[in-house]
């Protein structure tokens, strides 16, 4: 991608910079400040991080259309849905071409700040972020099925979380359960109580996922419990998330305090991909 900055001939090159609005319909609106002429035909590209062992899928290539002097905009429409992953966005000339990588400028999500009243099903969310670079990035998640974490209450040895339900309905049997990660067979159970519509909730006593060898023993690495919710008698289990919003990285802006018990301390958090978790570790000496 080539252009510069107006410093002439051997004037550096200027890196393109990505400002972007969400709108309510789901659109991610683009603007990129660079300077080409106007008969130029960039695209943006979104491309999706592989996983580790995998090879790269074709990305999402988008027409940059002239807005202005030295202005380009793209609209990357709500359908098709991106993948679920990390999308990182670039400007190139032409499919296949070498890639810039687009820099994060302003990023206007105050149409993701819902809470997810009205979202249709599959759950398809997009939120712009800016990578530890400094680079723009896509977080994108899409789920048949969904259940929603909000608001989450401390007391005591316990917690409290209201959730809501999405692509499922609550049923006879419903229930909420808690998986040992790495232990498929360590699996509590606790109770889900039905408040209105999709909306539930449920209790987690700390004492369970620490009883009966759940917790770990002195010098031992913590132990990780997934929260999972069964909307009804032999239903398939979901995951329960918090991503109806604008927060694409929310393991370290929400953090939880730990409640101790005994040799153990336990607390909530949310994962690397926003899932909702239990941690169960050693206290530490003092």
Do not use: C
């Amino acid at each position: 991608m080539s252009g510069s900055d107006g410093g002439g001939v051997n004037g550096p090159v200027e890196k393109p910079r990505g400002e972007v609005t969400v709108d309510d319909q789901g659109r991610l609106l683009v603007r990129v400040r660079l300077p080409l002429p106007a008969s130029a035909r960039p695209r943006l590209l979104l491309q999706r991080r592989p996983k580790k062992g995998k090879p790269e899928e074709t990305g999402r290539y988008v027409e940059l259309e002239p807005a202005g002097q030295d202005q380009w905009r793209a609209v990357v429409e709500a359908a098709p849905a991106l993948d679920e992953g990390r999308w990182d966005a670039y400007v190139v000339d032409a499919p296949g071409d070498e890639r810039t990588p687009l820099l994060s400028g302003l990023r206007d999500l105050r149409a993701l700040v819902s809470g997810g009243d009205g979202r249709a099903t599959p759950v398809a969310v997009r939120i712009p972020y800016a990578t530890e670079d400094g680079r723009l990035a896509v977080r994108a998640w899409w789920r048949a099925t969904h259940a929603e974490a909000g608001r989450i209450v401390l007391a005591g040895d316990s917690m409290t979380v209201h959730a809501r339900l999405f692509g499922a309905r609550l049923g006879e049997g419903a229930a909420v359960s808690l998986n040992r990660r790495g232990q498929d067979s360590d699996v509590r159970q606790t109770a889900l109580r039905a408040e209105g519509g999709q909306d539930f909730s449920f209790t987690v006593d700390y004492g369970d996922l620490a009883a009966e060898g759940g917790g770990p023993g002195a010098g031992e690495a913590p132990v990780f419990w997934d929260v999972y919710v069964r909307p009804a008698t032999g239903t398939p289990r979901i995951r329960v998330a918090r991503l109806l919003d604008d927060i694409a990285d929310r393991k370290t802006v929400f953090v939880y305090p730990a409640a101790v018990l005994g040799e153990v301390s336990a607390r909530p958090y949310y994962t690397v991909d926003n899932d909702l978790s239990v941690e169960v570790a050693p206290r530490r000496a003092r």
